[in-house]
């Protein structure tokens, strides 16, 4: 259904791509008569939808002649099947992006290292941070010891 045939009632859902959140909200109020919006250019026709979700009035301005619009990093649509399909892309590309995670960690190692070569202020807060690793696990192991000791 395309959002300049939304009547009070009808649902409408919004996928918060940035959270992964979906939320399902009724429409108010019948959509308003197509109009011309400076953000969309003059040539877009849009009506305006209010709705209400988990009993919160939001108001859209979405394209009149579509049932889905991508406003910053939402989809709002009218149809389940674009939800799924949207819900199905994210994790797709989450899936990849976790494929790819071995790739990256040697990526960084290899950058420090680079890095350390290039860069003495970096090497010397590497090798600054080793030490204190190093004296870290020290004492750890010398207080284990005396722990035992005084058992």
């Known amino acids: 259904m395309n959002f300049k ?3 009070a009632g009808n649902e409408i859902y ?3 791509l940035q959270k992964v959140e979906v939320y399902c909200g009724n429409v108010t109020a ?6 011309t919006d400076p953000k969309f250019g003059i040539a ?3 009506v ?4 209400d ?3 919160e009035q939001k108001t859209y301005v979405l394209p009149a002649d579509t049932d889905s619009a991508y406003p910053q990093n939402m989809v709002v649509t009218t149809s389940r099947d674009v939800v799924l399909r949207e819900l ?3 994790k797709s590309t989450s899936q990849q992006n976790l494929s790819m995670k071995d790739y990256h960690e040697e990526c960084i190692v290899k950058c420090d290292k680079y890095i350390a070569m290039y860069d003495p202020a970096f090497r010397e807060k590497q090798e600054n941070e080793a030490r204190f690793a190093k004296i870290e696990k020290g004492q750890a192991e010398i207080m284990a010891m005396l722990k035992k000791l005084t058992e």
């Open 30 to 35: 019948d959509a308003t008569l197509p109009h």
């Open 48 to 51: 305006d939808v209010t709705v």
């Open 14 to 16: 919004a996928v918060d």
């Open 5 to 7: 045939d939304l009547k």
């Open 88 to 90: 199905k892309a994210k």
């Open 44 to 46: 877009q026709l849009v």
């Open 53 to 55: 979700v988990n009993g």
